[in-house]
T-cell receptor, first 114, second 108 residues
Framework: EAQVTQNPRYLITVTGKKLTVTCSQN?????MSWYRQDPGLGLRQIYY???????DKGDVPEGYKVSRKEKRNFPLILESPSPNQTSLYFC?????????????FGPGTRLTVT | QKEVEQNSGPLSVPEGAIASLNCTYS??????FFWYRQYSGKSPELIMS????GDKEDGRFTAQLNKASQYVSLLIRDSQPSDSATYLC????????FGKGTMLLVSP
């Protein structure tokens, strides 16, 4: 089954404790991205990756890091989480950037930073 | 900064009515336009894409695009309570930009 998986689905952590949210897709997609979704602010792109070892900042990259060492995986790293990073996070993938109509979203990770 | 604007709603319609959702965008170079449906707490799901001016129909859904007016809309005919969700407009320029979404409530 074609899918994007994220782990964990729910996470409660404390300020400053480094964490990683994993994202994996099994469709051999080149393009992957991370979004955060907050009430009243909609979906905002954090980082995206056009292919392996190619990443770039989205609209709200501050406080986040990503890496793309393998085509299928695109982890999101919060080196020192803060309460303002409490949000619902989605990973998404598509064949290429130009084929956004085939964009698949993961199930989401609800992060709470206290 | 590229912007995609939607009325936040909620838009309330009775079952069986036509729901009309609207979206405007700022980037004149945008080429592709999408509508996603998102149920509360769930991930967005693509329901329509449109690339050229005019109408595109798929079942009960019709997407309309007017590039000159920088306007895209989604019509849902014979609205059902199961259509109650937030509808996100997304516009592809150099990247994919989402609007904040319009909440649709369909009452039985």
């Amino acid at each position: 089954e074609a899918q994007v998986t994220q782990n964990p689905r729910y996470l409660i952590t404390v300020t400053g404790k480094k964490l990683t949210v994993t994202c994996s897709q099994n469709m051999n997609h080149e393009y992957m991205s991370w979004y955060r979704q907050d009430p009243g602010l909609g979906l905002r792109q954090i980082y995206y990756s056009m292919n392996v070892e190619v990443t770039d900042k989205g609209d709200v990259p501050e406080g986040y890091k990503v890496s793309r060492k393998e085509k299928r995986n695109f982890p999101l790293i919060l080196e020192s989480p803060s309460p303002n990073q409490t949000s619902l996070y989605f990973c998404a993938s598509s064949k290429t950037l130009l084929s956004a109509y085939e964009q698949y979203f993961g199930p989401g990770t609800r992060l709470t930073v206290t | 900064q590229k912007e995609v604007e939607q009325n936040s709603g909620p838009l309330s319609v009775p079952e069986g009515a036509i729901a009309s959702l609207n979206c405007t965008y700022s980037d004149r170079g945008s080429q592709s336009f999408f509508w996603y449906r998102q149920y509360s707490g769930k991930s967005p799901e693509l329901i329509m894409s449109i690339y050229s001016n005019g109408d595109k129909e798929d079942g009960r859904f019709t997407a309309q695009l007017n590039k000159a007016s920088q306007y895209v809309s989604l019509l849902i005919r014979d609205s059902q309570p199961s259509d109650s969700a937030t509808y996100l407009c997304a516009v592809m320029g150099s990247t994919l930009t989402f609007g904040k979404g319009t909440m649709l409530l369909v009452s039985p």
